[in-house]
């Protein structure tokens, strides 16, 4: 209990952690303390007496607020168990069930997750025939996610499409049937998705006021974390639930909302005051978590942006590293520029001090096959582990079988992609072979044209064991191609990218004993026996680091089509949300911040590396502020001189005054998009250009051929 808020907060913070009496708005920058604040005003209003039960806690994810209820209750010496804490979508779930009756709900309502949803949307779509036999019909995960999307913002399906999926605007009306065939099947059988949760819940509290007033004498104090990253509806519950008078802290940072993909807004803020008028809006400005160099670098993010975030940080810790911006010769050869970063970095930091983000989870397969090979632990967060990917596993099936012809699991794996082929059949098929009975197994064959398929191409592929492990590997990559649509249709695209990863890896090996010891490394068994106390460096997404920190951070692929994603390259908002992104990432390091931008990417069909663009991010930054290395032909990172910086520091500003006088713009051509009107300048080097048919797009200046 004997916790000195007035000694661990600053004045702002305490006077937010104080503040207890009506509502609370705290909108600050990354790293100033806001879940610290909300820490200390839950240990607060414990010690001064409030029952634990009465408090509600409200965050992005569950295990942000077990983290954070675990740290009050560190600072009050007793657990707190009874506050109710976690995300918007299990509460509103506990509330349902309990008060839910109120609403027709039954007492056992199900609850669908997103893969039954998909099975009653794949019913929906055949019982009324629709899409039958047009193949660029969505597939039922994309249709289930525009169900989604168009809830989660409030607009209709239609509109919806022509905002953001403009190719599948004919498509309008079937989709629009199906999702209305959706709702009703839900309705009919008593059945919630996850997103009826929230409205459900929001219904409960507008038409049952009973219930309402209840919850709001029941829930005195109301808190919630990352507030700019909740939806309308969220917001709605907050304003409801809360009611004028009541006792809420929101805590927020507009310039770190990365979740409107899903219907996250950040008027959020904005309403807030509009719903609480008597609000008491607090600015934190101090940072305690990055040193000033690696603050200077993410203000200088945000500087760039479009909509104008007043928020300049600063901090005390005004000494501190540089931060590096790292440029591997390629995205192969990154993993190990980076696994030797990591080296370096773990003489100073325990490993689960250090992070390496990406913008999406295949980013980090390459590294993570290095980092299996040195030996060093890691946990993997937002996105798969490359080991446990279901389709990397079935391609390297076929490989092992070519290794090891009576593999039993590789044979079970590859044996169940065939149409069918069941357990029964697979083990037949199995002690066949095994026993080497050629005449047996043909005559299986002879029913299933698939099998015979599969068991000719493995043969044939067992015959050329001796040659490269690219050679086999492109093969089976071939064959799967068509498994792959089948198996995953909706996502196939996303697997297709691991996939090439796979491909880049294997153009290191000759020998395929060798490249499936190096990616078997991580057999089940060992990862079972594995300490969980143990010291793991952290692999994440940025999405799933938001609110984290770590002493290093090293983010990979800072290259177009990377980070920013190919998707947002398409349109403005796309990109300012990717920018938010960077900052997010680039403010989640406490001393080191390591940027990583490869020269080239490897191009799977051309067999090369393409020249990488750099991402415009990095580009737009101060050179002086980050020390610049470049891998040599050795494998070694050498320091780039700083004149030659300082050299393009002057060019850029050069360049920029000339663009600026001659603001009038003209047509210019582009190889693969031909004629088009430049829209805008968009410093340092890009223009946007709308081309007749492709629309609108930002390009680099070096591939455009002005006019006149
Ligand atoms: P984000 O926007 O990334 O969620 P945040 O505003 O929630 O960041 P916190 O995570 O609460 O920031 O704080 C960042 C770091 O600074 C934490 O390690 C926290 O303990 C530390 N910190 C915050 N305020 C203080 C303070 N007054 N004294 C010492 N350390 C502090
Ligand atoms: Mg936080």
């Given at each position: 209990m004997?916790?000195?808020m007035?000694?661990?907060l600053?004045?702002?913070q305490?006077?937010?952690?104080?503040?207890?009496?009506?509502?609370?708005?705290?909108?600050?920058?990354a790293?100033?303390g806001?879940?610290?604040t909300?820490v200390?005003?839950?240990?607060?209003?414990?010690?001064?007496g409030?029952?634990p039960?009465?408090?509600?806690?409200l965050?992005?994810?569950?295990?942000?607020s077990?983290?954070?209820l675990?740290r009050?209750?560190?600072l009050?010496?007793?657990?707190?168990n009874?506050?109710?804490?976690?995300t918007f979508?299990?509460?509103?779930?506990?509330?349902?069930r309990?008060?839910?009756?109120?609403?027709?709900?039954?007492?056992?309502?199900?609850?669908l997750?997103?893969?039954?949803?998909e099975?009653v949307?794949k019913?929906?779509?055949?019982n009324?025939?629709?899409?039958?036999?047009?193949?660029?019909?969505?597939?039922k995960?994309?249709?289930?996610a525009l169900?989604?999307k168009s809830?989660n913002?409030?607009?209709?399906?239609?509109?919806l499409?022509e905002?953001e999926a403009?190719?599948?605007?004919m498509?309008?009306?079937?989709?629009q049937?199906i999702a209305?065939?959706?709702?009703r099947?839900?309705k009919?059988?008593?059945l919630?998705?996850?997103d009826?949760l929230?409205?459900?819940?929001e219904e409960?509290?507008?038409?049952?006021e009973?219930?309402r007033?209840f919850?709001r004498?029941k829930y005195?104090?109301?808190?919630v974390?990352?507030?700019?990253?909740?939806n309308?509806?969220?917001?709605?519950i907050?304003?409801s639930?809360v009611g004028?008078?009541?006792n809420?802290m929101a805590?927020g940072?507009?310039?770190q909302?990365?979740?409107s993909?899903r219907?996250?807004?950040v008027?959020?803020i904005?309403?807030?005051?509009?719903?609480f008028p008597?609000v008491r809006?607090?600015k934190?400005?101090q940072?305690?978590?990055?040193v000033?160099?690696i603050l200077n670098?993410?203000?200088?993010i945000l500087?760039?942006?479009e909509?104008?975030?007043?928020?300049?940080?600063f901090?005390?810790r005004?000494?501190?590293?540089k931060?590096?911006?790292?440029?591997?010769i390629s995205d192969h050869s990154?993993?190990?520029?980076v696994?030797s970063?990591?080296?370096?970095l773990?003489?100073e930091?325990?490993?689960h001090e250090?992070?390496?983000l990406f913008?999406?989870g295949?980013q980090?397969?390459?590294l993570e096959?290095?980092l299996?090979?040195?030996?060093?632990?890691f946990k993997?967060?937002?996105g798969?582990?490359f080991?446990?990917?279901?389709h990397i596993?079935d391609?390297?099936?076929y490989l092992?079988?070519?290794l090891?012809?009576?593999?039993?699991?590789?044979?079970?794996?590859?044996m169940t992609?065939?149409p069918?082929?069941?357990?029964k059949?697979?083990q037949?098929?199995?002690?066949?072979?095994a026993?080497?009975e050629?005449?047996a197994l043909?005559?299986?064959?002879?029913?299933?044209?698939?099998l015979?398929a599969?068991?000719e191409?493995?043969?044939?592929l067992?015959k050329?064991?001796s040659?490269?492990?690219f050679v086999l590997l492109?093969?089976v990559?071939?064959?799967y191609?068509?498994i792959?649509k089948?198996?995953?249709?909706?996502?196939?695209?996303?697997?297709q990218?691991?996939l090439?990863q796979l491909?880049?890896?294997?153009?290191?090996y000759?020998?395929?004993?060798?490249?499936l010891?190096d990616?078997s490394?991580?057999?089940?068994?060992?990862?079972?026996?594995r300490d969980?106390?143990?010291d793991?460096l952290?692999?994440?997404t940025v999405?799933?680091?938001?609110?984290?920190?770590?002493?290093?951070?090293?983010?990979?692929?800072?290259?177009e089509?990377?980070?920013p994603s190919?998707?947002?390259l398409?349109?403005q908002p796309?990109?300012?949300?990717?920018?938010r992104l960077?900052?997010?990432a680039c403010t989640?390091a406490?001393?080191?911040?390591g940027?990583s931008m490869p020269?080239s990417l490897?191009?799977?069909?051309?067999?090369?590396?393409e020249?990488?663009?750099?991402?415009?991010?990095?580009q737009?930054?101060s050179?002086e502020?980050?020390?610049?290395f470049r891998?040599?032909m050795?494998?070694?990172?050498?320091a780039?001189?700083s004149?030659k910086?300082?050299?393009?520091?002057t060019?850029r500003a050069?360049?920029?005054?000339?663009?600026?006088k001659?603001?009038?713009?003209?047509?210019c051509?582009?190889?693969?998009?031909?004629?088009?009107k430049?829209v805008?300048?968009?410093?340092?080097?890009?223009?946007q250009v709308n081309?007749?048919g492709f629309?609108l797009?930002?390009?680099?200046e070096d591939?455009?051929?002005?006019?006149g």
């Amino acid at each position: 209990m004997r916790f000195d808020m007035q000694a661990d907060l600053n004045p702002a913070q305490l006077e937010a952690a104080r503040a207890t009496d009506g509502p609370v708005l705290v909108i600050a920058g990354a790293g100033s303390g806001k879940t610290r604040t909300i820490v200390y005003r839950m240990a607060y209003l414990v010690r001064e007496g409030m029952d634990p039960r009465s408090i509600l806690l409200l965050t992005f994810t569950r295990k942000a607020s077990q983290e954070m209820l675990h740290r009050a209750g560190k600072l009050l010496g007793q657990g707190l168990n009874e506050v109710v804490g976690g995300t918007f979508h299990a509460f509103a779930y506990a509330m349902l069930r309990r008060y839910g009756r109120a609403l027709g709900l039954p007492d056992d309502m199900t609850i669908l997750d997103r893969g039954d949803a998909e099975q009653v949307i794949k019913q929906a779509k055949e019982n009324q025939s629709i899409g039958k036999g047009d193949r660029s019909f969505p597939r039922k995960g994309t249709i289930a996610a525009l169900i989604s999307k168009s809830r989660n913002k409030e607009i209709g399906l239609e509109p919806l499409l022509e905002r953001e999926a403009r190719h599948l605007t004919m498509y309008g009306e079937d989709l629009q049937a199906i999702a209305d065939a959706y709702a009703r099947f839900k309705k009919e059988y008593g059945l919630l998705d996850y997103d009826d949760l929230l409205f459900r819940f929001e219904e409960l509290l507008t038409e049952q006021e009973e219930i309402r007033d209840f919850l709001r004498m029941k829930y005195q104090h109301v808190l919630v974390d990352e507030y700019q990253d909740t939806n309308l509806v969220q917001g709605r519950i907050v304003t409801s639930l809360v009611g004028p008078q009541g006792n809420v802290m929101a805590v927020g940072d507009d310039a770190q909302s990365i979740y409107s993909f899903r219907g996250a807004t950040v008027n959020n803020i904005l309403q807030f005051a509009e719903s609480f008028p008597g609000v008491r809006l607090i600015k934190l400005e101090q940072n305690y978590r990055s040193v000033q160099p690696i603050l200077n670098l993410s203000n200088q993010i945000l500087d760039m942006a479009e909509e104008k975030y007043e928020k300049k940080l600063f901090t005390e810790r005004r000494e501190g590293r540089k931060p590096e911006l790292l440029r591997p010769i390629s995205d192969h050869s990154q993993a190990r520029v980076v696994l030797s970063k990591i080296e370096d970095l773990a003489q100073e930091y325990s490993l689960h001090e250090i992070a390496v983000l990406f913008r999406s989870g295949f980013q980090s397969y390459s590294l993570e096959v290095a980092l299996n090979k040195a030996g060093l632990p890691f946990k993997k967060y937002g996105g798969q582990r490359f080991t446990e990917a279901a389709h990397i596993k079935d391609v390297l099936a076929y490989l092992r079988l070519v290794l090891n012809s009576i593999d039993l699991p590789a044979w079970q794996r590859v044996m169940t992609l065939v149409p069918k082929v069941g357990p029964k059949t697979c083990q037949r098929l199995y002690d066949q072979m095994a026993a080497g009975e050629t005449a047996a197994l043909e005559k299986s064959c002879r029913q299933n044209a698939d099998l015979k398929a599969v068991l000719e191409f493995i043969t044939n592929l067992q015959k050329q064991k001796s040659e490269r492990v690219f050679v086999l590997l492109e093969q089976v990559l071939e064959f799967y191609k068509p498994i792959l649509k089948e198996r995953f249709p909706d996502d196939y695209p996303r697997r297709q990218a691991g996939l090439e990863q796979l491909s880049q890896i294997a153009s290191a090996y000759e020998e395929l004993d060798l490249f499936l010891s190096d990616l078997s490394l991580e057999h089940p068994d060992q990862l079972g026996q594995r300490d969980p106390l143990e010291d793991n460096l952290v692999l994440s997404t940025v999405h799933s680091a938001k609110g984290l920190e770590w002493e290093a951070v090293i983010v990979l692929d800072l290259v177009e089509e990377r980070f920013p994603s190919k998707h947002a390259l398409m349109d403005q908002p796309g990109m300012e949300e990717e920018r938010r992104l960077f900052y997010v990432a680039c403010t989640r390091a406490r001393e080191y911040l390591g940027l990583s931008m490869p020269d080239s990417l490897y191009n799977r069909y051309q067999r090369y590396h393409e020249a990488a663009l750099p991402s415009p991010f990095v580009q737009e930054l101060s050179p002086e502020g980050f020390d610049e290395f470049r891998e040599d032909m050795s494998g070694a990172l050498k320091a780039q001189g700083s004149v030659k910086r300082e050299k393009a520091a002057t060019d850029r500003a050069e360049s920029d005054s000339g663009r600026k006088k001659n603001g009038n713009f003209g047509h210019c051509r582009h190889k693969i998009f031909g004629r088009g009107k430049v829209v805008q300048f968009i410093p340092p080097n890009r223009y946007q250009v709308n081309f007749p048919g492709f629309g609108l797009k930002q390009i680099l200046e070096d591939y455009l051929e002005m006019e006149g």
